[in-house]
């Protein structure tokens, strides 16, 4: 078994070995960016080829936002709530819609990889909505992961149903689980329940979407990870995140001192994600805040 910092430290070696490897238009297994002193590590491919060169029982936590497979292919629709006349549901060919057969063969791939590499008593958190994440409950119980909790995510001020042809969406999942039945659950519970004023927390989170000064089309709010984070891991843990996007994962983590791996395979967001972490676009500020942490 590897040690956290010789795993943080030496992964970029461990990847460099298989020069052969391919995703997308490059050929070397190299890190895109590097912050040293934010601990801060991010990778440019396809997230399976990568969580494949990282060493068994090594991680302390994954946050993973997997594709949700439930875009319409780019259509335009009609819009009659009063606003715009038209909506583009193009975000990016990963949130196309695909076949069932095509998801249960995406999700099961990662996820055997994440539950290989994850500590004992450790876990995963992945969100999705009701397009992805029954696919995604089906293949973390066939894999032997034990479910914990499903988180549901309510977003007070979601948009609107712009057909008006169903109920307004408002809420995404997020499911927690540990890597199997064994060992003792990796959670901070007397932590979160004195971050919520010393009452048990609940499993719905309710936030209000802040607004990003940069373009991205699935950007998860900081703070879903900020809870996440403080609740599944410890200062110094090492944190993974498969399908980074625009980089919340790594840019919560160094601010509440956690080591965190990043992966995305789109060059345009990796520039995105180095940007943010060097505070391009503002510094962090943690959200939440008990007595003893002042």
Same mark, same amino acid.
């Given at each position: 078994?590897? @040690?956290?910092?010789?795993?943080?430290?030496?992964?970029?070696?461990?990847?460099?070995?298989?020069?052969? !490897?391919?995703?997308?238009?490059? $050929?070397?297994?190299?890190?895109?960016?590097?912050?040293?002193?934010?601990?801060?590590?991010?990778?440019?491919?396809?997230?399976?080829?990568?969580?494949?060169?990282?060493?068994?029982? &090594?991680?302390?936590?994954?946050?993973?936002?997997?594709?949700?497979? %439930?875009?319409?292919?780019?259509?335009?629709?009609?819009? $009659?709530?009063?606003?715009?006349? +038209?909506?583009?549901?193009?975000? !990016?060919?990963? #949130?196309?819609?695909?076949?069932? =057969?095509?998801?249960?063969?995406?999700?099961?791939?990662?996820?055997?990889?994440?539950?290989?590499?994850?500590?004992?008593?450790?876990?995963?958190?992945?969100?999705? +909505?009701?397009? =992805? *994440?029954?696919? *995604?409950?089906?293949?973390?119980?066939?894999?032997?992961?034990?479910?914990?909790?499903?988180?549901?995510?309510?977003? @007070?001020? #979601?948009?609107?149903?712009? @057909?008006?042809? &169903?109920?307004?969406?408002?809420?995404?999942?997020?499911?927690?689980?540990?890597?199997?039945? $064994?060992?003792?659950?990796?959670?901070? /519970?007397?932590?979160?329940?004195?971050?919520?004023?010393?009452?048990?927390?609940?499993?719905?989170?309710?936030?209000?979407?802040?607004?990003?000064?940069?373009?991205?089309?699935? +950007?998860?709010?900081?703070? *879903?990870?900020? /809870?996440?984070?403080? !609740?599944? =891991?410890?200062?110094?843990?090492?944190?993974?995140?498969?399908?980074?996007? =625009? %980089?919340?994962?790594?840019?919560?983590?160094?601010?509440?001192?956690?080591? &965190?791996?990043?992966?995305?395979?789109?060059?345009?967001?990796?520039?995105?994600?180095?940007?943010?972490?060097?505070?391009?676009?503002?510094?962090?500020?943690?959200?939440?805040?008990?007595?003893?942490?002042?």
């Amino acid at each position: 078994m590897y @040690k956290l910092s010789e795993t943080f430290n030496k992964l970029e070696s461990l990847l460099c070995a298989e020069q052969e !490897a391919e995703y997308g238009d490059q $050929n070397e297994l190299v890190p895109f960016y590097y912050n040293i002193d934010k601990k801060i590590k991010l990778f440019q491919g396809d997230a399976l080829s990568i969580l494949k060169k990282i060493p068994d029982s &090594c991680i302390d936590m994954i946050f993973a936002d997997p594709p949700y497979f %439930g875009n319409q292919s780019g259509l335009t629709i009609k819009r $009659n709530d009063g606003h715009a006349d +038209t909506f583009d549901t193009q975000k !990016a060919q990963w #949130a196309y819609s695909k076949s069932l =057969s095509y998801q249960f063969e995406f999700h099961y791939a990662w996820l055997k990889e994440a539950q290989r590499i994850l500590k004992q008593g450790s876990t995963v958190w992945i969100t999705g +909505t009701y397009h =992805s *994440i029954g696919v *995604i409950n089906v293949v973390l119980q066939d894999l032997g992961f034990k479910i914990l909790n499903d988180i549901i995510l309510y977003k @007070k001020n #979601a948009p609107p149903n712009f @057909k008006g042809s &169903c109920f307004r969406a408002v809420t995404e999942t997020m499911l927690w689980a540990k890597k199997n039945v $064994n060992g003792k659950t990796k959670f901070n /519970y007397k932590y979160m329940k004195e971050l919520n004023g010393g009452v048990q927390m609940k499993n719905i989170w309710e936030y209000w979407a802040e607004k990003n000064p940069f373009r991205h089309p699935a +950007t998860k709010q900081p703070i *879903i990870l900020e /809870y996440a984070i403080l !609740a599944g =891991s410890n200062e110094g843990d090492l944190i993974v995140d498969p399908f980074a996007g =625009s %980089g919340t994962t790594g840019f919560v983590a160094q601010e509440l001192n956690r080591k &965190c791996i990043m992966i995305e395979l789109d060059p345009d967001y990796c520039q995105l994600i180095k940007k943010r972490i060097e505070g391009e676009y503002g510094e962090y500020r943690r959200k939440t805040k008990i007595k003893r942490d002042l």
